[in-house]
């Protein structure tokens, strides 16, 4: 079919307005037409005619099916041809006179028309080199095809079963047969003595020849994702070995034989049913990073305190309740989802490392040893039972990432200001904590905003979270009302936020003072509890006479308190209050909804109305 060259500025030519008609007209037929042909290719795919689809690409659309090109390969330069429709490689097919002196064939079958590569594939390019086929249907290969003189051989995901003759391509030097159905590999597959890579993860293989050992040369080793129960002695042959993948396979234990493999870099053995290492797994003097996790550990092997050049760690998914040796030499440590129950003196003494992360643990304390990791600066410990952070956190210098997500933490430290490091700030899913403005304040203005917040708005060391409704203070027991300060550390707070108002007050020296003896002490906790018991009642006749407001309409819950959040709200009049900016009386005197967090408040109200009657001193708040 022949083609036209159509130009846009044709009437600037000297065309007159009919011929430029003419011409718009022809180009919109021939695209109609092509598309046509576009679908009758697809149509003919999915009735299954595939000859109607060979005589489609071979008429109308061979230019488009395979390209050619040259590469420079270390001085050398590379014919390569890469065919997009396995229709043009018939046996007579015309094409191969333009393919028979390829060096590297790339073959695309995206409509799975072919179940095996032909013969006369290998026959028609004699001087091929590089062979690569890719997602199609293919089982088997010809055993023409594995010859001298091939180097490169890909093929991954597809249906190959076997790889028979294999051991006559003595030249190959990088397989990859990934993501395939195979289930052995050739008794005689240790005679492929130059290969360098080998890739046979994603398949079924049981077992690895005995001769395994045979390829002296190989350097990249990825067995992943078989079946694999043991490896095999040889394997200490391998001793230009750099890099090993076993993830995803059924191995109890790794052979003694592996510490001999010295030029060893990574080792990858995740998703087995390894217990221990090997004795001698010290010996593996170049190992920089180690991934043993989702496997069966119950400690940290001890071997790995002895290896000068580990530099990453990784062993989540395990049972591992101890750290027995300091691993002085780690980067990068990762131990998530395990059941330590603490950051010990070991696992501190892992002086150089930069990336911890303790994620879904037991942890209950960060220690004030933690000053001692002068390099960290990632430190997960999200899905801790974790309820505080220490003041002496800002003493990691370096630290730019800190997740506490799904922890108990209370507040957060004033500390978090002095971090001029830290860039990132993770405290979603954390239930108890008493502000939620810090959640809001770092999701909308970042790190910045929230250590300007915690700046002005410092948390308070006197406060306890009692349920989601009410926070009192750390000296005031929830049953048995007030209690004498052990330190006398008075340090009343009162945090404004908007129309809001929070209540933070420890009770006063005077009152503390008031139980010192013991018999006076009980005898005033009685009489605290029914006048709180009083003052709650009285409360929630205030909060029934303003449940027609619109401002504490939504989100109430029966008793006039709001449920969101993690601290919950009710609704007083300010004039009640004693200590607040506003006077009774006044223009401003109305009722609006306030933070009740702080019950002792309405206590030393009750016992001031008591003491007016009775004729005694005033009792001071220090609100």
Same mark, same amino acid.
């Given at each position: 079919?022949?083609?036209?060259?159509?130009?846009?500025d044709?009437?600037?030519?000297? $065309?007159?307005?009919?011929?430029?008609?003419?011409?718009?007209?022809?180009?919109?037929?021939?695209?109609?037409?092509?598309a $046509?042909?576009?679908?009758?290719?697809?149509m003919?795919?999915?009735?299954?005619?595939?000859?109607?689809?060979?005589?489609?690409?071979?008429?109308?659309?061979?230019?488009?099916?395979?390209?050619?090109y040259?590469?420079?390969?270390?001085?050398?330069t590379?014919?390569c041809?890469?065919?997009?429709?396995?229709?043009?490689?018939? @046996?007579?097919s $015309?094409? =191969?006179?333009?393919?028979?002196?390829i060096?590297?064939?790339?073959?695309?079958?995206?409509?799975?028309? /072919?179940?095996?590569?032909?013969?006369?594939?290998?026959?028609?390019m004699q001087?091929?080199?590089?062979?690569?086929?890719? =997602?199609?249907?293919v089982?088997?290969?010809p055993?023409?095809?594995?010859?001298q003189?091939?180097?490169?051989l890909?093929l991954?995901?597809?249906?190959?079963k076997?790889l028979?003759?294999i051991?006559?391509?003595?030249?190959?030097?990088?397989?990859?047969a990934?993501?395939?159905? /195979?289930?052995?590999?050739?008794?005689?597959?240790?005679?492929?003595?130059?290969?360098?890579?080998?890739?046979?993860?994603?398949?079924a293989?049981?077992?690895?020849?005995?001769?395994f050992?045979?390829l002296?040369?190989?350097?990249?080793?990825?067995c992943?994702?078989?079946?694999? +129960?043991y490896?095999?002695?040889?394997?200490?042959?391998l001793?230009?070995?750099?890099?090993?993948?076993l993830?995803?396979?059924?191995?109890?234990?790794?052979p003694?034989?592996?510490?001999?493999l010295? @030029? /060893?870099? &990574?080792?990858r053995?995740?998703?087995?049913?390894?217990?221990?290492?090997?004795?001698r797994?010290?010996?593996?003097v170049?190992?920089g990073?180690?991934?043993?996790?989702?496997?069966?550990?119950?400690?940290?092997?001890?071997?790995?305190?002895? !290896?000068?050049?580990l530099r990453?760690?990784?062993m989540?998914?395990?049972?591992?309740?101890?750290?027995?040796r300091?691993?002085?030499?780690?980067?990068?440590?990762?131990?998530?989802s395990?059941?330590? &129950?603490?950051?010990?003196?070991?696992?501190?003494s892992?002086?150089?490392?930069?990336?911890?992360?303790?994620?879904?643990?037991?942890i209950?304390?960060?220690?004030?040893?933690?000053?001692?990791?002068?390099?960290?600066?990632v430190?997960?410990?999200?899905?801790?039972?974790?309820?505080?952070v220490?003041?002496?956190?800002?003493?990691?210098?370096k630290?730019?990432?800190?997740?506490?997500?799904?922890?108990n933490?209370?507040?957060?430290?004033?500390?978090?200001?002095? !971090?001029?490091?830290?860039?990132?700030?993770?405290?979603?899913?954390?239930?108890?904590?008493?502000?939620p403005?810090?959640?809001?304040? /770092?999701?909308?203005?970042?790190?910045?905003?929230?250590?300007?917040?915690?700046?002005?708005?410092?948390?308070s060391?006197?406060?306890?979270?009692?349920?989601?409704?009410?926070?009192?203070?750390?000296?005031?027991?929830?049953?048995?009302?007030?209690?004498s300060?052990?330190?006398?550390k008075?340090?009343?707070?009162?945090?404004?936020?908007?129309?809001?108002?929070?209540?933070?007050?420890?009770?006063?020296?005077?009152?503390?003072?008031?139980?010192?003896?013991?018999?006076? +002490?009980?005898?005033?906790?009685?009489?605290?509890?029914?006048?709180?018991?009083?003052?709650?009642?009285?409360?929630?006749?205030?909060?029934?006479?303003?449940?027609n407001?619109?401002?504490?309409?939504?989100?109430?819950?029966?008793?006039g308190?709001?449920?969101?959040?993690?601290?919950?709200?009710?609704?007083?009049?300010?004039?009640?209050?004693?200590?607040?900016?506003?006077?009774?009386?006044?223009?401003?005197?109305?009722?609006?909804?306030?933070?009740?967090?702080d019950?002792?408040?309405?206590?030393?109200?009750r016992?001031?109305?008591?003491?007016?009657e009775?004729?005694?001193?005033?009792?001071?708040?220090?609100?």
């Open positions: 079919m022949s083609t036209v060259a159509f130009s846009d044709v009437a600037a030519d000297g $065309k007159d307005e009919d011929d430029v008609t003419n011409m718009m007209l022809l180009r919109e037929k021939r695209n109609f037409t092509r $046509k042909l576009q679908g009758m290719r697809v003919s795919v999915i009735a299954g005619n595939y000859n109607s689809r060979k005589k489609v690409f071979s008429e109308i659309l061979e230019h488009a099916d395979y390209k050619t040259e590469i420079q390969v270390a001085g050398r590379l014919r041809a890469r065919v997009f429709n396995p229709a043009l490689l018939a @046996k007579n $015309k094409t =191969w006179t333009t393919l028979a002196d060096q590297i064939f790339e073959l695309e079958d995206p409509e799975g028309i /072919l179940t095996s590569i032909p013969k006369h594939y290998a026959t028609n001087r091929l080199e590089s062979f690569s086929i890719t =997602w199609t249907r089982k088997s290969l055993v023409e095809l594995f010859r003189g091939l180097k490169t890909s991954p995901r597809n249906h190959i076997a028979n003759g051991e006559k391509a003595v030249d190959l030097s990088d397989l990859n990934s993501s395939n159905l /195979l289930t052995e590999l050739p008794k005689t597959f240790g005679q492929l003595q130059n290969l360098t890579t080998l890739d046979v993860s994603g398949n293989i049981r077992e690895l020849p005995v001769n050992g045979s002296n040369q190989l350097r990249t080793l990825d992943s994702c078989n079946r694999l +129960a490896l095999p002695d040889s394997i200490e042959n001793t230009e070995l750099a890099c090993l993948d993830n995803n396979n059924h191995l109890a234990e790794l003694e034989t592996i510490g001999n010295r @030029k /060893l870099e &990574d080792l053995a995740r998703g087995n049913r390894l217990q221990f290492l090997p004795n797994f010290d010996r593996l170049k190992l990073s180690l991934i043993l996790g989702k496997n069966r550990f119950e400690e940290v092997p001890s071997q790995l305190s002895n !290896m000068s050049s990453m760690l990784n989540r998914e395990n049972s591992i309740r101890g750290f027995p300091a691993i002085s030499s780690l980067k990068t440590l990762i131990l998530d395990n059941q330590l &129950d603490e950051i010990g003196v070991q696992l501190l892992c002086s150089n490392v930069e990336l911890l992360s303790l994620e879904n643990n037991a209950r304390l960060i220690p004030a040893g933690i000053d001692r990791l002068k390099h960290l600066r430190l997960h410990l999200g899905g801790n039972p974790l309820d505080a220490p003041e002496n956190i800002d003493q990691l210098e630290l730019c990432h800190l997740s506490l997500k799904g922890t933490i209370r507040t957060l430290p004033t500390a978090i200001v002095r !971090m001029d490091s830290l860039s990132l700030l993770d405290i979603d899913g954390c239930p108890h904590l008493t502000d403005y810090l959640r809001k304040e /770092l999701k909308e203005n970042g790190i910045a905003g929230l250590r300007s917040y915690i700046s002005q708005n410092p948390p060391s006197d406060l306890i979270l009692t349920d989601r409704r009410t926070v009192l203070p750390r000296y005031f027991d929830e049953n048995n009302g007030p209690i300060d052990p330190n006398n008075q340090q009343p707070t009162l945090v404004h936020q908007g129309n809001r108002v929070t209540i933070f007050a420890p009770l006063s020296n005077s009152v503390n003072q008031g139980f010192a003896g013991a018999a006076a +002490a009980a005898a005033q906790q009685t009489a605290d509890q029914k006048v709180l018991k009083q003052s709650k009642t009285t409360q929630n006749e205030e909060s029934r006479e303003l449940k407001l619109d401002s504490i309409r939504e989100g109430k819950s029966e008793d308190y709001s449920l969101d959040g993690d601290v919950a709200y009710g609704t007083v009049n300010k004039s009640k209050v004693k200590g607040m900016d506003q006077k009774p009386g006044s223009d401003e005197d109305e009722d609006e909804p306030l933070d009740l967090v019950s002792g408040v309405l206590i030393r109200q016992l001031d109305a008591q003491d007016t009775s004729g005694a001193t005033k009792r001071q708040s220090h609100i």
